[in-house]
């Protein structure tokens, strides 16, 4: 069975403090592994897609990486406005038609 | 550029009635997806439009359905509404490999 698992759940961080937040996935014919951001109330955010193991996409204080098993969001030294829900997803290739499997996201809260 | 626009943006329904989302993708845009987000489930997927041809589906009852127009406007519908089907809808359109950028949602509240 496809299945895609964020951790952790939640995570405070100071601000400045490095971290990073892990997208773990059991699928068959991955095409891709996307990366958004979520502000409560709004739609999710497009942040990276990533095609292939070894493969890294930055945009400002983040970097997203890619291996066989597991996809990792890189935050470093953070600030209070990165503070939201982000959330992985994976595109699957299938029979009738390509699957998209979302994961219950990382909630971050960077402090002051 | 105009993102995804998505109306209304929130509706307040009673249960057994039935509700019609609507959904205007990005220019350009022929392929628009919706999607179910509650604080349980997360973003659950629920079916995917191209040139007006449901092209993915996701496990969900046939009560909820959608269609999409030749200017690629989307419709997502729902019959007989349950209390369980209160929840945050997004729709998302995308261009070929690209991630989707979603519209703000509706927010619909089944009492």
């Known amino acids: 069975e496809d299945q895609v698992t964020q951790s952790p759940e939640a995570l405070r961080l100071q601000e400045g403090e490095s971290s990073s937040l892990n997208c773990s996935y059991t699928?068959?014919?991955?095409?891709?592994l996307f990366w958004y951001r979520q502000d409560p109330g709004k739609g999710p955010e497009f942040l990276f897609t990533?095609?292939?193991a070894g493969e890294e996409k930055e945009k400002e204080r983040l970097k997203a990486t890619l291996t066989k098993k597991e996809s990792f969001l890189h935050i470093t030294a953070p600030k209070p406005e990165d503070s939201a829900t982000y959330l992985c997803?994976?595109?699957?290739?299938?029979?009738?038609?390509?699957?998209?499997?979302f994961g219950t996201g990382t909630s971050l809260t960077v402090i002051p | 550029k105009a993102g995804v626009t998505q109306t209304p943006r929130y509706l307040i329904k009673t249960r057994g009635q039935q509700v019609t989302l609507s959904c205007s993708p990005i220019?350009?845009?022929?392929?628009v997806s919706w999607y179910q987000q509650t604080p349980g489930q997360g973003l659950q997927f629920l079916f995917e439009?191209?040139?007006?041809?449901?092209?993915n589906k996701g496990n969900f009852p046939g009560r909820f359905s959608g269609r999409q127009f030749s200017n690629s406007r989307s419709e997502m519908n729902v019959s007989t509404l349950e209390l369980g089907d209160s929840a945050l809808y997004l729709c998302?359109?995308?261009?070929?490999?690209?991630?989707?950028?979603f519209g703000s949602g509706t927010r619909l509240t089944v009492v």
């Open positions: 699928v068959s014919g991955l095409r891709g």
């Open positions: 990533l095609y292939s």
């Open positions: 998302a359109s995308r261009s070929q490999n690209y991630g989707y950028t």
């Open positions: 997803a994976v595109e699957v290739y299938g029979n009738t038609g390509n699957q998209f499997y």
């Open positions: 220019s350009g845009h022929r392929s």
């Open positions: 439009y191209f040139s007006e041809t449901q092209r």
